[in-house]
Nanobody, 122 residues
């Protein structure tokens, strides 16, 4: 069982930056691939970025590629999402998630955080 707690959301102007953090419980953090997802009002949840258990492999959705970067610090049991050049359409609740294995995945996540709100004003 993995428990996830996100932080770092907030209100930012278009063009600004935020860094989201997700702290995980447990001693085997590097056994879990991690991902970030987001859900805007009235829309389905969508994949944002993923990282393998070692951190050597990452993948980002085309909508955020070049602007967002996922990383992790296994010594701190934490995964990050650095968001730059934010746009109003990035406004959403952002969730981190953990997969039950270490290889990169965009879909197979079993554990979810409670989410953190990101609002980008124009």
């Amino acid at each position: 069982q993995v428990q996830l707690v996100e932080s770092g959301g907030g209100l930012v102007q278009a063009g600004g930056s935020l860094r989201l953090s997700c702290a995980a419980s447990g001693r085997t953090f590097n056994n879990y691939a991690m991902g970030w997802f987001r859900q805007a009002p009235g829309k389905e949840r969508e994949f944002v970025a993923a990282i393998s258990g070692t951190g050597h492999s990452t993948y980002s959705a085309s909508s955020v590629k070049g602007r967002f970067a996922i990383s992790r610090d296994n010594a701190k049991n934490t995964v990050y999402l650095q968001m730059n050049s934010l746009k109003p359409e990035d406004t959403a609740v952002y969730y981190c998630a953990a997969a039950p294995f270490s290889w990169l995945t965009t879909t197979e996540y079993d554990y979810w955080g409670q989410g953190t709100q990101v609002t980008v004003s124009s």
